[in-house]
């Protein structure tokens, strides 16, 4: 490598990583004295494997016989600072021909988000292997480039401390419920479940502006919205143009929350059959069966008293809340 070269070299690495590197001698006193590389002070072989693969790197793609490279997993080694600057850097078809005039076209294959092209998504390809047969496939849109996005960051918003999934409820009871039970049924996964207050449109609207467009969101999936059966009127068509899934708006059959409780439960506080749950009569705020009443709160707060995880929940509730939750968070 000519002074020039190794004096670019240098430069580059310094301005990536923030360091400053020069060529010394281990004898300054001795001009036949091997060289090494410094850096800050310390001597290179000693210094992070990702700094030494950098440059090494870099030092590849200043070899003027090449008019292509490929590069596997550029970031090894580096930290996010790092590989952001770097990947900035090969973005930048200016900068880059400031250090590699020769080189026509560089390819990355990467598991870091970092390095995804944000100007021109469709320059973005995913690599998937089906047995020995391994397929390629172009970025078309903004919602490949989310699910793209998303597959790198690890598939789970709560490694980064998001939640798996949101639930928007109407009532606190369905808020206390919903909540215990993804609490008992998805160990492991952080469910949000948000009381509506009444207004479940407006908390939606809320969620709009903290998440953005729903349609263009990997958080899409996740939401979804519990609805009494009696409700504002073109409520769900509103939903749906906010950006739910129409899959993910829940009407009960029934009106109230309390109809979804645990049958084995509500048969032992009302001191009936399960098949007499079906007589059971909300009226305002009170539960009644059997000459027994309960206000909603009472019920709820009794519920949940003695629900663990064997606990069997109606099927109604399972079918269309808690398997498609699950489904959605795998």
């Excluded at 001795?30 to 030092?59: A, C, E, F, H, K």
């Excluded at 496939?137 to 998303?150: E, K, P, S, T, Y």
């Excluded at 401390?161 to 609490?183: C, L, M, N, W």
Aim: glycine share 6%; with cysteine; charged share 25%.
């Amino acid at each position: 490598m000519s002074d020039n070269r190794r004096a670019n070299l240098f430069a580059l690495c310094g301005e990536l990583i923030g360091n400053n590197f020069t060529l010394k001698k281990v004898d300054e006193q001795n001009d036949l004295s091997p060289r090494y590389i410094d850096m800050d002070g310390q001597n290179l072989s000693v210094g992070s494997s990702g700094t030494r693969l950098l440059m090494t790197m870099l030092g590849l793609c200043m070899d003027e016989r090449f008019t292509s490279m490929l590069i596997d997993e550029p970031e090894l080694g580096l930290s996010p600072k790092v590989q952001a600057a770097l990947s900035s850097f090969f973005q930048d078809q200016e900068e880059r021909k400031k250090y590699f005039p020769h080189l026509e076209r560089v390819y990355l294959a990467t598991h870091s988000h970092l390095f995804l092209d944000r100007s021109d998504i469709t320059s973005n390809y995913v690599v998937t292997k089906n047995g020995k047969r391994i397929n390629l496939a172009r970025v078309q849109d903004i919602g490949d480039f989310h699910r793209l996005q998303f597959n790198l960051l690890g598939n789970a918003f709560e490694s980064m401390f998001f939640p798996s999934a949101i639930v928007v409820v109407e009532g606190k009871t369905d808020h206390a419920y919903i909540d215990r039970v993804t609490q008992l049924h998805l160990r492991g996964r952080r469910v949000t479940v948000i009381p509506g207050a009444g207004d479940v449109k407006r908390k939606i609207y809320g969620l709009r502006e903290a998440f953005g467009d729903f349609e263009k969101s990997p958080f899409r999936p996740r939401l979804f919205v519990v609805l009494d059966k009696t409700h504002q009127p073109n409520l769900e068509a509103e939903l749906e143009k906010l950006g739910i899934l129409p899959a993910n708006i829940v009407v009960w059959s029934k009106n109230g929350i309390e109809y979804y409780y645990p049958p084995d439960l509500l048969a032992v506080i009302f001191a009936c059959t399960p098949e007499q749950l079906k007589n059971l009569t909300i009226t305002g705020d009170v539960v009644s069966l059997n000459g027994i009443n309960k206000t909603k709160s009472e019920l709820s707060a009794e519920v949940l008293r003695q629900m663990d995880g064997s606990t069997r929940l109606p099927e109604e509730f399972a079918d269309r809340l808690l398997r498609p939750l699950e489904t959605a968070i795998e």
